[in-house]
């Protein structure tokens, strides 16, 4: 018994300490920080960089096929758990795949692409919009997820959200309104990247362990800025010597979000719905255990003896990925190429920026500043324009301000 108590522990923490030193843990490697993970995609991507554009119009056309089809409900798609679960979606869902393979397909083979072309679908397919999507981010994620989903197993299927959780809830609940082992989630999210973090609250919204409006908060407030994407940015302004001070405000910004979002529209109104009942854990100590800590240790252990083992663990890894890969890649490409077109073609955001125009107007800021670290983009901003006393400045990769 003792023996047996003793293999569950080990299969308990060593997959465990191995998940959280591949997803949280930031490595110095090549000269900047990063997360393991990112360090075996970017491998990857750079040996097999030349077929990744093939590779996600290929994953992007399959998703929008099958999921037309899944329409009408074929005994194919609706008897097969892995294909039911990745393309029976709901027709707004079905759109929007449709216009990413349509999207991709269109950049892809460069229709009205080149900087010399016009026309309505150039706004679609330029380096600003449909380029930078299919070329700088989707061939970034479709390693990233394939990678990722693999792996995620590590956190999820031997015992740490358990244990986690059952630590946690007395802290997550009452601050933000979510469980206890959300705070894997938001460490993977901080620390690591929180694309991860959102692939994790994904994979446990859908099992039934977050509902609805506990996954939306998760989702919307701890995977905005991770340490590795905060050490990016300064690297891009060439300020990484404040990164404690910078990254402690960061922290301190997030932590206050994270406590108010949850209390506020819209957060507050979404309804706590489970997608599957019957798999949240129970956030209260039963009397038979002396400690958060030896009640999620028991947890943990229960978690552990009910897996199967490697085939198990390459079951859900794979089922992780190709979730990832057919169902968020579509999506990417079709809200994202959309999203830049409005950004680089339409006056949207000028409008949005007027109500801050009294402020201008009433203050007389000598000067008002603003950028993004994404080079690819904004450099067709004017770099400098006036407006009144104000002088307003497109800092797009950096910009050097003579006092």
Request: charged letters at 15%; one cysteine or more; glycine letters at 10%.
């Amino acid at each position: 018994m003792e023996k047996n108590k003793s293999n569950l522990m080990a299969k308990f923490l060593v997959p465990s300490i191995v998940g959280i030193v591949l997803f949280m843990i930031p490595v110095k490697f090549d000269g900047s920080w990063t997360i393991a993970v990112k360090i075996l995609a970017d491998m990857i991507g750079n040996a097999i960089g030349g077929i990744l554009p093939v590779l996600c119009v290929g994953i992007v056309t399959v998703s929008a096929i099958m999921s037309v089809l899944s329409l009408a409900k074929p005994k194919f798609i609706t008897e097969h758990p892995l294909l039911k679960d990745t393309f029976s979606v709901g027709p707004i869902w079905v759109v929007i795949r449709v216009l990413g393979a349509i999207f991709i397909w269109l950049t892809f083979l460069g229709v009205q692409a080149g900087d010399e072309a016009t026309g309505f679908l150039h706004m679609f397919t330029s380096a600003d919009t449909g380029g930078f999507v299919l070329g700088d981010l989707l061939t970034v994620l479709v390693i990233i997820f394939a990678i990722a989903g693999l792996l995620l197993p590590l956190l999820l299927d031997f015992g740490l959200l358990e244990f986690v959780g059952a630590l946690l809830t007395k802290v997550m609940r009452p601050l933000f309104k979510i469980p206890g082992r959300a705070a894997v989630d938001c460490f993977t999210s901080w620390i690591g990247d929180g694309t991860l973090g959102v692939m994790l609250t994904c994979n446990q919204y859908e099992g039934g362990y977050y509902s609805a409006r506990e996954a939306s908060v998760i989702a919307t407030t701890f995977s905005a800025v991770s340490i590795t994407f905060s050490i990016v940015v300064l690297q891009q302004v060439d300020l990484m010597e404040y990164f404690g001070l910078y990254y402690l405000i960061i922290c301190l910004i997030g932590i206050v979000c994270a406590i108010i979002c949850p209390r506020i529209p819209p957060l507050s109104l979404k309804k706590d719905d489970y997608l599957v009942e019957g798999n949240a854990m129970s956030e209260s100590i039963p009397p038979q255990y002396h400690s958060s800590v030896e009640y999620g240790k028991a947890l943990a252990l229960e978690r552990v003896s009910k897996n199967q083992g490697i085939g198990q663990f390459l079951q859900n890894g794979l089922k992780n990925a190709v979730g990832m890969w057919f169902g968020v890649l579509p999506s990417v490409m079709a809200i994202g190429t959309i999203a830049l077109v409005l950004a680089n073609y339409t006056p949207i955001f000028e409008i949005l920026g007027k109500p801050f125009l009294p402020l201008l107007e009433r203050y007389q800021p000598r000067y008002l500043i603003h950028g993004h670290v994404h080079t690819e983009y904004g450099h067709a901003i004017p770099r400098v324009l006036q407006r009144g006393g104000t002088t307003i400045i497109n800092a797009c990769e950096r910009y050097t301000l003579e006092l």
